[in-house]
């Protein structure tokens, strides 16, 4: 029986289109990116589930890190006065156990497991995340102030694992002794952060690039819910997103408060702000 392609959101689409125009590539080789090897049902991803406060300020950099990887797959195209002009396909950065086309597959399919307006939230536009989208429950202090937006996704082990490797080797590459395989990824970190060409991309070393990478993938790739306390702290907020299914907010007491709490500064640190 033939399997139909996943549903991909519109802002996906654009991000496609967009990149299409950039490229110069037709549509359909800008959007094997999004939709590969699903259809013969052999490739076998292990669904798992994390439990995320969606925290503003830590949320941005994960959708800036799209320009990022676009840059380690293309060659920059400039014009006469160095001004960024497009992109060029060059096959990517070889990145040793993390090929950069699998690597940004990847990253768009757990992007995209994220609730609806959570790019919005992530750019100030509260708005457009208020009233919540369905399985985000904005949770209530016992005083009546806001605490943090909880959600839960789906994603696949084998996505964030990939991730995992891509930072690992980033840092590697970005190391003091890269072994001689990292060369190229070394230089081409070294390139971005000397002429980042977007103002939201990092400026500095090697190093500097690896660990904004690091930090834009914290909210996917980092536990809030780490140390002696942080399995109670989960089981604590699962309950109130089970007993709170389908409601837009609810008032929580103050020990569930105070493990919001944990997991939301646990987030900020990964992410950098703290």
């Known amino acids: 029986m033939p399997t139909s392609r996943p549903q991909k959101s519109r802002k996906r689409t654009r991000e496609i289109r967009e990149q299409s125009r950039a490229t110069g590539a037709r ?3 800008a959007l094997r990116a999004n939709d590969r090897t699903r259809a013969d049902g052999q490739q076998c991803h292990t669904p798992t589930r994390l439990l995320l406060p969606l925290v503003q300020d830590a949320l941005p950099g994960l959708y800036e890190l799209a320009d990022l990887l676009l840059r380690l797959r293309m060659d920059v195209v400039l014009d006469h006065a160095g001004e960024l002009m497009g992109y060029r396909d060059s096959g990517g950065v070889p990145i040793p156990g993390a090929p950069i086309e699998d690597v940004e597959e990847a990253y768009y399919r757990v992007r ?26 904005l949770l209530i202090g016992p005083d009546g102030g806001n605490v943090v937006h909880l959600t839960s996704i789906e994603v696949a082990e084998a996505d964030l694992a990939l991730l995992a490797k891509f930072t690992a080797a980033l840092d590697h590459a970005a190391g003091p002794r890269p072994s001689p395989k990292f060369e190229a990824l070394t230089e081409a970190l070294g390139e971005i952060g000397r002429v980042p060409y977007y103002p939201w991309m990092p400026k ?3 190093a500097t690039v690896a660990n904004w990478v690091r930090q834009a993938l914290s909210t996917v790739l980092h536990s809030p819910f780490e140390g002696p306390g942080g399995a109670a702290d989960r089981e604590t907020l699962s309950n109130v997103l089970r007993y709170a ?3 837009e907010s609810v008032e929580v007491d103050q020990d569930e408060e105070e493990a919001a709490e944990r997991a939301l500064v646990s987030m900020m640190r990964a992410a950098g702000w703290t």
Do not use: H, K, R, S
């Not at 959570?118 to 399985?135: H, K, Q, R, S, Y």
């Open 204 to 206: 500095g070393d090697e």
């Open 112 to 137: 995209d497991a994220l609730p609806q307006g959570t790019e919005e939230f992530a750019d100030g536009m509260v708005d457009e995340i208020l009233p919540p989208t369905p399985n985000v429950l």
């Open 27 to 29: 549509y359909t080789a």
């Open 245 to 247: 299914a389908g409601w």
